[in-house]
């Protein structure tokens, strides 16, 4: 790692108090970057934390207001903070449809859009979106969540596409299955969470689960000018699943 790739930089880290953006927010800053930490439960972190819901169009707005008032520069923002749905299509209602795409797509949008007019003023302004494999996979009981990330995929070509020339580049990383609270929670719910959670590394193909660290360290390249040809890619951190289902053993 470069320890100054991002001096003098400003980032905003949505979701940034836990599991992947907690990891990403300390990677950036280990970069050199001042972070700012957007997130409902802001409090516990150690970066300039601002409680916000990314579905509150007034909150994200305030939210990025107070971070420019404070460092008065925007560079990096990673599109990181989302939700779960579990189940096939017909396991959700309209209004969880509703809310979950609200948070995780309509999320992006509203922060990118409050964060836009800052980035045009950065000479290295990158975006990068927390996407997920399930934007490809065709995960079993994950219909809403993969609508979800899939959108999100969706939305990062085309971002990518009409921001390039105003010197944004955008793209995303696809993380597999990553060892955060989130997954925590989900196996806590089950009768038996280490043999779950054994099985589950069981199922990845290189035998465990990602580390937040490792879907951070992709973040941190597609934010630096190390990439900085590259906009409009989806990054995997996946243990090798993407390749894996593409040639099937
Ligand atoms: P996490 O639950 O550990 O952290 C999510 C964070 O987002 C929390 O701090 C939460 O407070 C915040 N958040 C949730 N809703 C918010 C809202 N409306 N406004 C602001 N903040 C909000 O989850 P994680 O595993 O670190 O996941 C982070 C991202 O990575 C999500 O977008 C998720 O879809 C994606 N992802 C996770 C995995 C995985 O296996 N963990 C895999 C692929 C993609």
């Known amino acids: 790692m470069n320890s100054s790739e991002f001096d003098g930089l400003v980032a905003i880290v949505t979701g940034g108090a836990s599991g992947i953006g907690a990891a990403v927010a300390d990677r950036l800053r280990a970069g050199g970057a001042r972070v700012a930490v957007l997130d409902l439960n802001a409090s516990g972190t150690s970066h300039f934390g601002v409680e916000c819901n ?3 169009d007034a909150s994200v707005r305030s939210a990025v207001e107070s971070v420019t008032a404070r460092f008065s520069r925007l560079d990096i923002v990673v599109n990181n903070a989302g939700i779960g749905a579990i189940g096939d299509v017909a ?4 209004d969880e449809w509703a809310r979950v ?6 999320g992006v949008a509203r922060v990118t859009r409050a964060a836009l007019p800052h980035l045009r003023q950065s000479p290295s302004a990158a975006i990068v979106n927390t996407c997920s494999i399930a934007a490809t996979a065709g995960l ?3 219909a809403l969540y993969s609508a979800s990330k899939g959108a999100i995929l969706s939305l990062t070509l085309a971002m990518a596409a009409d921001h390039i020339r105003e010197g944004i580049r955008i ?8 060892d955060t609270p989130w997954v925590a929670r989900l196996l806590s719910s089950s009768a038996d969470p280490e043999a779950e959670r054994a099985a589950l590394n069981a199922r990845q193909p290189h035998g465990r689960l990602v580390a937040a ?5 992709a973040v941190a390249y597609l934010a630096s000018p190390r990439s900085g040809s590259t906009s409009g890619t989806a990054l995997a951190v996946d243990g ?10």
Do not use: K, S
């Open 91 to 94: 396991a959700n209602d309209d």
């Open 140 to 142: 079993q009981q994950r």
């Open 54 to 56: 990314v579905a509150d």
């Open 240 to 249: 090798g699943m993407q390749g894996l289902r593409l040639r099937p053993p």
């Open 101 to 106: 795409l609200d948070i995780n797509v309509v």
């Open 171 to 178: 793209n995303c990383v696809n993380p597999g299955t990553v």
């Open 213 to 217: 660290e490792e879907v951070a360290e």
